[in-house]
């Protein structure tokens, strides 16, 4: 089956540290692949895409490329700010009539 | 623009009792909608999606059941809550020609 899988939280860094959260994904087909950022108490937003191999989305200081020979999606982001806590879930999803699939999310804290 | 609107956006239950959580979404025509669950330090869950007015696909067996009365609408529902069923819900949506999906802000349900 279709599976997303991210590092385990919770991640703390200090502020303008750099950040990589790690997200590889198991897909029958070829994925379209995401970034969401979930803020306290909110519903999701989308961070980035990437549709095709070596893709490279970013957005807001992040980014992630699609790499199709390590079926990975990283996340990075140079210098990490306190208003970038939040959680992040990786995602994947085949086609237009098929649910996203959610890797399980990883909390990040940022201290002053 | 789309917007998804959900309500209420806290709710509380005592155990046995109904529920119905309203989302309905503006700006898209046919929309594939969704519905996930958000367990405390858990991931998201894909509870229910649907592709058009009185089609539901089930992703999970548990005792809430869903509902697509008109192309934008869509409400889940239970007929008795159980304590299981505490979480923060999210509705969501795709455009029919797009990939990525589009949040609602979220109910918090607490069952007690």
Known sequence: ?112 | SQTIHQWPATLVQPVGSPLSLECTVEGTSNPNLYWYRQAAGRGLQLLFYSVGIGQISSEVPQNLSASRPQDRQFILSSKKLLLSDSGFYLCAQTRPTGLEAFFGQGTRLTVV
């Open chain 1, 1 to 112: 089956g279709n599976s997303v899988t991210q590092m385990e939280g919770p991640v703390t860094l200090s502020e303008e540290a750099f950040l990589t959260i790690n997200c590889t994904y198991t897909a029958t087909g070829y994925p379209s692949l995401f970034w969401y950022v979930q803020y306290p108490g909110e519903g999701l937003q989308l961070l980035l895409k990437a549709t095709k191999a070596d893709d490279k989305g970013s957005n807001k200081g992040f980014e992630a490329t699609y790499r199709k020979e390590t079926t990975s999606f990283h996340l990075e982001k140079g210098s990490v700010q306190v208003s970038d806590s939040a959680v992040y879930f990786c995602a994947l999803v085949l086609s237009g009539n098929t649910p996203l699939v959610f890797g399980k999310g990883t909390r990040l804290s940022v201290i002053a």
